[in-house]
């Protein structure tokens, strides 16, 4: 039995995380930020500002990409949520994930988890074709190291290689 | 060296784990039954604590202890040989409040709900609260302190039938690495595990044993990744003294992530500057004075020197100079160096100057900075190891179409914006700080190099590999990298842009005395090709250990003399003498850079934006050229905002810094992002290593926000002298 279960707040949340089913007792005051982090260990999720302001926290729910810094787990019921864990292995990469290290799209890596969910969100987003649209679309995520450059050629060689 | 891996421009050897979220950084580390804590700072920044009621707070459900003045335990200062930090002042140390945000208690709980639930309980009186200090005006409290004279440069000035008096501005900036502060403590009884965001695991192990009064050796540093720092995370910050308390208090692991409001009040920031240049020419533009006088705030207790003239005294040839700072208190938490500390504001300023003097004089701005290029660094009368800043500025020139600038202000548009062209240079201190790294050989054909430094997204991690990789042969992805780890052999603080540059003799001479090693043992094993030849004979080649003796030639691999021998290892040590600090150096050291802006202005909507930026940097050798490029464009995306939007405002009524989110804060994104052009110069300063490299973390920031003020200038007519350019100015 857990402490919030004696305290009497848990409350019970199912929802899919990287297509494994995910049950849970939560606190009501839990982010799924902190819930993916603290209880499930997926700690390539990253917390930067926890105010929807830089991005670091970028997951996608239900095939859309959102600040998982600004909902609480437990309003996720039968929610897919999808984080860079799911996405690839360093064995097996995402064509995003290999195009960020092919261009040097990071420097520290804080941020590239958030700054690849986003860019993984966005090619199924309608995105216009220029380097500017993308600079545009990518601008929810902050990367203080400044790779923006490269993280702009990384996402448009896997936008190029696909049509 | 057989290879050429150095200078080869691989893609970061840690990559893999960095874009797949597998790469632990400080926060993502937990230990079995670990407590998470959360600080509670002061809602005043002068006056006093006069009670402090913890009663509801303690109530709260999973609270386990809230600490305070009363019971968290003997801290100590740490003395000054212990090494660096900005607020020396154990946490709760007394009663008085100097800074808002300073901390007064902290709460530990099970959960990070819990804590930030009870947290928010803690009730504060205060007494003898005054206003708080925050006046943007600075004025020195003290004497200035001169950091560089020569001649005499109040009578050439007077003199001289050119000059300018001009006063610039930078505001408080704070570092804001997206990485949230963090600190995760365990003590064990005896020693204490401290998981820290820092970008100096050694200096951070021998201050905190002393603020925690443990023995060195029982304090352990560990930081694999860091999510970036820019001198924020240089030394050690009242969060981590906290959190090891409370651990060994508890007896159970604490965690403590600062928060991004904390960020702007307790982990430091860049201190506000207000610096009067002087300087005065002959009309075909030879610089006769130079006076350059600073003055930075500092918090109420620790002293801070910016050293804004850092790079005045041998940039630039003049007779007569003078440099001098000063610092005046503020009720803000102590100020810390952030990327190109001095320098960047320093230059800023300076490199301004430079643009209106040229103004002054009629001369185009490059020109006038090539007549005044010194043959030797005229304040320590050395000579410079490597300077080709000459090149920078015409190769400079070349690229960005320099030519084409028409001089007037406003002249220059195209699809109807008006362009600003400018430019600057930009230097940065070379150098090396001690290093020791091993290097090991193992029998099953890898190759593993140990040093205590840290890679704080500058590539680090990739140059160690190449630097074993090109000595050995050996492939890159045979090469084990570790570092981050007080139990390693102590490696250089990242900061100064000194990391590469010091561990190069390191790790060079670790790996040639490990290859040494291994060719002696080839010649100690019974039956096998090299037994009872010297070593002079064999050498150690492309992973293989090579014999030539007359007509005879022999090779095998090296980690097939190691399994013969039955031996796991073999291994070397190599260290590195620091120049940072020499007394009587007898080269100056500096990396140097020319950077040109174009800015497009659109005042019938007040748009500015910064449409490209080129940039040359001599900075010696590059290990890898991939790394450096993006280390260069991201200090240009940060001197976009450096110029543009940074600025912490302190709230004058209550000393807050007001705009502490990353909302009204306001970096540099993704579309704030001008078209870069880098170019690196190729010429390797063996005076700093073997290999020539310098360092290229900070110079790109340097001449950034100058040259942006000097297009804004070019376009608007207006010369901003205060930082950051605010479209309001520009009205």
Partial sequence: MSILELRGSAVKVAFTVNGRPVELEVDPRATLLDTLRDALGLTGTKKGCD????????????????NSCLSFAAMHEGSTIDTIEGLGTPENLHPIQAAFLERDGFQCGYCTPGQIMSAVALLTEPCGQSDADVAECMSGNVCRCGAYQNIVAAIQSVRKARG | MATKIVGESLA??????????AAAYTADHTLANVAYAVAVGSTIANGRIAALNISKAREMPGVIEIYHRGNVGALYKPSPEAGAIDEARPPFADDVIRYYGQYVALVVAETFEDATAAAALIEIAYADVAAPNVELELVGDDQPIESSRRGDPAAAYDASPVKIDRTYVTPAETHNPIELHASLAFYDGDAFTLYETTQAIANH?????????????????????????FGGKLWPWTHGTLAAAAARKLGRPVKLVVTRKQMFQTVGHRTRTQQRVRMSAQRDGTLTSLRHEAVNHASMLDDYDENCGEATPYFYGTPNLLVTSAQTRRNVGSPTAMRGPGAVPGLFATESAYDELAIELGIDPVQLRLHNEPDRDQSLDVPFSSRHYAECLTLGSEKFGWSQRSTAVGSMRKDGVTLGWG?????????????EARVELHADGSARVAIGTQDI?????????????ETTGIAVDRIVVELGDTRLPPGPTSGGSLVTSSVIPAVLEATRAAMKSALGLATTVPKQPFEDWSPDDLSFESGKIVGRKGSRSEQIDFHQVLRNASVAMVSGIGKAARTVGEEHPKYSLHSYGAQFVEVAWQPEIARLRVNRVVTVIDAGRMINPRTARNQIEGAIVMGVGMALFEQTHYDPRSGAPINSNLADYIVATNADTPQMDVTFLDYPDTKVNELGARGVGEIGLAGVASAIASAVYHATGVRVRTLPIEIEKLL
């Fill in chain 1, 51 to 66: 105010h929807g302001q830089c991005g670091a926290c970028t997951v996608h729910v239900d095939g859309r990409r959102v």
């Fill in chain 2, 12 to 21: 970061r050897v840690e990559g893999p784990l960095k874009v797949t979220g």
């Fill in chain 2, 205 to 229: 192990r021998n201050v905190v044993s002393e603020i925690l009064d443990v023995p060195r050796e029982n304090v352990r540093i560990v930081m694999k990744f860091l999510g970036s720092g």
């Fill in chain 2, 423 to 435: 430019m600057s240079g930009c230097s940065w201190i070379a150098g090396r700080f001690a290093a």
């Fill in chain 2, 457 to 469: 997204g500058t590539g680090t991690y990739t140059v160690l590999a190449q630097l074993v990789a």
